[in-house]
């Protein structure tokens, strides 16, 4: 996936999430300035392309997407 801007990346992750994700939201999360909920990791996993376990530091591989039903490779 190409770099994306933290605009991009709002929009992309409230888009494909359904949840709504500010800009000011996406910079505070990636300043290290407020916690995230379990529902915004699963929104920016999406928006990125990478495992939401890797987000959160659980796996060393950022690898495809893991949110996604068995079977399905896109939305």
Known sequence: MPVMTLQ?????????????????????????VRSVYDFEVMALA?????????????VDDPGPVSLLPAGVTEL
Do not use: N
Not at 8 to 14: L, M
Not at 46 to 57: F, K, N, S, Y
């Open 8 to 32: 991009q990346t709002s929009q992309r992750a409230s888009t494909l999430s359904g949840f709504a994700l500010s800009l000011s939201t996406v910079a505070k999360i990636e300043q290290g």
């Open 46 to 58: 999406l928006a990125t392309g990478v495992d939401a376990r890797w987000l959160l530091g659980l």
